[in-house]
């Protein structure tokens, strides 16, 4: 069938079906060893741990006594008791500590959810009265939970250091003779990129993580596709997995058990299976948990998941709970559509990234409930992102997890649905194109195994600004893209293949609830942030968000010239355009305003006031800024600046003494030149050392350094000719102005 939304169905199709076939390569299936020493002590095998292995491993297991072995392999041998969790490795290394049988969920801030219909998760109100008490005093609370890790502590150590597939033996039925060699990571999903840029953890199945929930959705899909009985046997074995780790992976704890995360795969293969019986087994959870982790785009997650599973059963009592979630979401959206991502370590977060990802939970909840107000709230934040969307196809370019893969993916999902419910014709059009450009650049990324890196630039064995590893978020990817393709295949209007999108549009837009503006003059477009609080330090401390700064800024075909907005750690290197005032970056909340063809921005911070104001004339981008003194002298790096991204051919010129910088390659030829006024000693660029980025290295490049007693005037300009072009610049008691040939009154707003 000749679907309106073709192109876009097959390139999500195809790009999920390269992430199944990774995530099948992946999967561990070895099965469990039955151990019957009856006549032998010594029993001999060949494990083949992965379905991409290329070889088995020779594994022999002797028993001691009634419950002790010693595991070996030809390179290595451990002792093991009955219950205790060991590993092994492709070339047979095998690890292991001894009396380990395992971690337990209550350690872990693992709470119930009350809601979820089953006689065994009923509310005792006796319960209820105790909790409802210890909340109002939480010193008690805290004085509890220290009783309990003294008397009752987790184990020092688990196997998160250690490499390999997961065993444990354990009796058989009580035999005397009979034991079993627990395959305990069978069906899971082996990670070989662990965890982020700032922590590494060897090659493991992250099992508390979500790979073989959505694994299993996945690969149910393939089947679907292919009637290939190994996608069965694979989903099946994920699904196996999945129940085996819920609420708890025992053997290692890389991070806190994912469940929220887990119960959406979970109840929409629930939800699958209601149409199809006869592919999946039934699922055995039946109490489902939350995590202790509840930033926003986690209570859109708890909607989606409440409302499938609400749906599935009827019960009143889990849709006022979803709605309750949904309260919280709505609460954290800004007057033009943002999604605060906010937490208690980051309670004013004005993240482009988090805001795709509860987006798209939102519009999968709302499939199920028809709530007219959720869908009010989602159609404003999906509208947000398509004023943002960069024409290269990037939305999510600043927050935490900024340019990582599973934030695109949720933007193409929360398209299609929007798409699929729109009556406009021009937005469902610039939804599709939306759609294409994201579905292009996250399939340029892609890998030749199929593997997408969690974040989309070239150094994946650094995992360079990885919010953490690649498995679970390619499986979230995959099932959002198949999702999304089978949305998409209800359209059924006509093709506009010259719909532009907003940003490629001659406009100038404001949205300063959110902290955002935009502007382009159908050549070239820019997007300002203006700054929130800083925050915690992500992908394990390696990068903190929320600084000031130009967020986007490039050309209609697609060309991207900044990194993403950024304070590398360690360094406290400010990739941003904003001046580092007395050692302060440009957080915290400015002020927005616009006029006919500039963007002002208006904050104070370093014991500073500074006014910014962005142009686009012609082809040059101009900006303008003075920085004013609240009191006492101010140390200035960078009265003007330029973040550079490292790009492939990209080569960065700095005539230092002229404060000129030039920006090359053989299709492109940019220079920026800066004067500064009030303060002879200012000129000069200086390039900072070249730092990570969640699109790659990038340097900060500051035009302009020293002190500054009462105010300073700046000027910055970027043309893409082959020298700046001349304005006349004037340096008077009044301040600056530039007079140009076209509009000499410009910039006179001071």
């Excluded at 939970?145 to 196997?159: A, T």
């Amino acid at each position: 069938m000749d679907y309106a939304a073709t192109k876009q169905i097959d390139c999500c199709v195809d790009i999920a079906k390269n992430l199944a076939r990774h995530l099948i390569a992946n999967q561990v299936i070895v099965q469990d060893l039955e151990l019957n020493f009856g006549r032998n002590e010594v029993l001999d095998f060949d494990v083949k741990l992965l379905n991409k292995s290329e070889k088995s491993v020779p594994l022999r297991i002797k028993r001691v006594n009634e419950n002790s072995f010693v595991v070996s392999s030809q390179i290595a041998k451990i002792d093991v008791s009955t219950g205790q969790f060991w590993r092994i490795t492709e070339s047979g290394n095998l690890t292991t500590i001894p009396g380990f049988v395992g971690l337990t969920p209550s350690h872990k801030g693992i709470k119930v959810t009350e809601k979820v219909p089953s006689p065994e998760n009923e509310v005792d109100p006796t319960k209820a009265i105790i909790v409802a008490g210890l909340k109002k005093l939480p010193w008690l609370f805290s004085f509890l939970k220290l009783c309990r890790g003294y008397f009752f502590p987790e184990p020092h150590q688990d196997l998160s250091m250690s490499e390999g597939v997961t065993f444990r033996l354990c009796h058989n039925s009580g035999q005397k003779n009979l034991f079993v060699c627990e395959s305990y990571d069978e069906g899971g999903i082996f990670d070989e990129y662990i965890n982020a840029e700032g922590l590494s953890y060897p090659p493991q199945v992250a099992g508390n993580y979500y790979a073989d929930a959505y694994s299993c959705l996945a690969f149910e899909r393939m089947f679907k596709l292919t009637q290939d009985e190994k996608w069965l046997e694979a989903s099946l074995a994920s699904q196996r997995f999945t129940q085996r780790v819920y609420p708890q992976y025992m053997p290692a704890s890389i991070v806190w058990h994912h469940s929220d995360f887990k119960n959406a795969a979970i109840v929409e293969q629930q939800l699958a299976s209601q149409s199809d019986p006869s592919v999946l087994q039934p699922w055995t959870i039946s109490r489902f948990y939350e995590d202790k982790y509840e930033p926003t785009n986690v209570f859109a997650l708890r909607y989606h998941w409440k409302s499938v599973l609400a749906n599935l059963t009827n019960d009143d009592r889990l849709l006022q709970s979803a709605n309750k979630d949904l309260e919280k979401v709505a609460f954290d959206q800004t007057d033009d559509g943002l999604f605060h991502d906010n937490i208690s370590t980051y309670p004013d977060a004005h993240d482009l990234t988090y805001h795709q990802y509860s987006t798209a939970c939102l519009g999968l909840g709302l499939l199920q409930t028809d709530n007219l107000i959720g869908w009010n709230i989602f159609n404003r934040a999906v509208r947000f992102t398509l004023r943002v969307l960069s024409p290269s196809g990037e939305p999510a370019y600043t927050g935490r997890a900024s340019n990582n893969i599973h934030q695109s993916a949720s933007a193409i999902l929360a398209f299609a649905i929007a798409a699929s419910r729109s009556s406009k014709k021009d937005e469902i059009d610039m939804f599709l194109k939306g759609i294409s450009v994201m579905a292009t650049r996250l399939k340029s990324f892609q890998l030749d195994n199929g593997m997408l890196p969690t974040a989309m630039n070239s150094y994946v064995n650094e995992r360079m600004a990885w919010n953490h590893c690649e498995t679970p978020y390619n499986g979230l990817v995959c099932y959002m893209l198949f999702r999304a393709a089978s949305i998409l295949k209800q359209l059924r209007q006509s093709k506009n293949n010259s719909t532009l999108l907003p940003l490629e549009k001659d406009h100038i837009w404001l949205a300063n609830d959110a902290g955002f503006a935009s502007l382009g003059n159908g050549h070239q477009y820019l997007v300002f942030f203006a700054g929130c609080d800083r925050s915690y330090g992500w992908s394990e401390d390696r990068h903190v968000t929320g600084c000031a700064g130009l967020a986007l800024f490039g050309d209609v075909d697609g060309h991207d010239l900044l990194p993403c907005l950024d304070v590398s750690i360690p360094g406290e290197v400010v990739i941003s355009d904003m001046p580092v005032i007395n050692d302060q970056a440009a957080f915290g909340r400015g002020h927005l305003s616009q006029g006919n063809d500039w963007i002002k921005y208006l904050h104070c911070y370093g014991g500073a006031e500074i006014i910014r104001l962005y142009s686009l004339i012609n082809d040059d981008l101009v900006l303008v800024s003075r920085i004013r003194s609240l009191g006492s002298p101010l140390q200035i790096q960078g009265a003007m600046a330029w973040a550079g991204l490292h790009q492939e051919n990209f080569v960065f010129t700095l005539e230092k003494e002229n404060s000129v910088l030039t920006i090359s390659n053989k299709n492109s030829h940019l220079i920026m030149k800066a004067w500064h006024f009030g303060n002879n000693s200012f000129g000069g660029v200086q390039e900072s050392q070249k730092v990570s980025n969640a699109k790659g290295m990038a340097s900060r490049y500051d035009f302009g350094s020293g002190v500054v007693k009462d105010e300073l005037w700046s000027v910055l300009i970027l043309s893409r000719k082959d020298k700046v072009r001349n304005y006349k610049v004037i340096n008077d008691n009044k301040g600056v102005k530039i007079e140009f040939t076209e509009l000499c009154r410009r910039f006179d707003f001071f």
